[in-house]
């Protein structure tokens, strides 16, 4: 992720925008033979995936890289919704995060502070989930969630959409 190019992430409203005051993260674009390998690391999860969410999985929207700088941040949302700017946002059923460093408070020393993905099922308390690289989670696209603010260093993940 340290050697593609980086743009802001926008956010999906009625347009497709940057707006910093809801979500500031970077979308990295990596090599094609980094896409490839992990395209196909999140293929090979299939499986399992339905398995735990019983749901009927279909195309992926692809897999995105996410970058959150100190003070990063993205604000409570759901990542399903019907919005003319991306039609294919109707269609997820389930988000993929997978985180690709451990926080602080997860073990590492010289990790980020901060970056918790909060999930918000509902009738349920908020889900704190503190990033571990390599953990995988998924969830309802449907579910409210956020990331909690970056301290401190760089968190970053990867993520995808089955629809």
Same mark, same amino acid.
């Given at each position: 992720? #340290? !050697?593609g190019a980086s743009d802001p992430a926008e956010i &999906? $409203? #009625?347009t497709v925008?940057?707006?910093d005051d809801v979500? !500031?993260?970077l979308s990295i674009e990596v090599d094609r033979t980094t896409l490839r390998t992990v395209e196909r690391s999140v293929e090979e999860a299939r499986g399992r995936l339905t398995e735990m969410s019983g749901m009927t999985l279909g195309v992926r929207e692809g897999?995105?890289?996410l970058r959150y700088l100190p003070g990063g941040f993205y604000r409570p949302h759901r990542d399903r919704g019907d919005l003319p700017s991306w039609p294919g946002a109707a269609h997820r059923q389930l988000a993929v995060v997978?985180? &690709?460093g451990t926080s602080q408070a997860a073990g590492d020393s010289e990790g980020f502070t901060g970056g918790v993905l909060r999930l918000y099922p509902d009738?349920? $308390?908020p889900v704190d989930i503190e990033p571990v690289e390599g953990l995988l989670v998924a969830f309802p696209a449907t579910t409210l969630h956020e990331v909690t603010r970056v301290g401190d260093a760089v968190r970053d993940v990867l993520v995808d959409w089955f629809y």
């Open positions: 992720m #340290d !050697r &999906l $409203e #009625d925008e940057y707006q979500r !500031r993260t897999t995105g890289f997978v985180f &690709l009738q349920v $308390e």
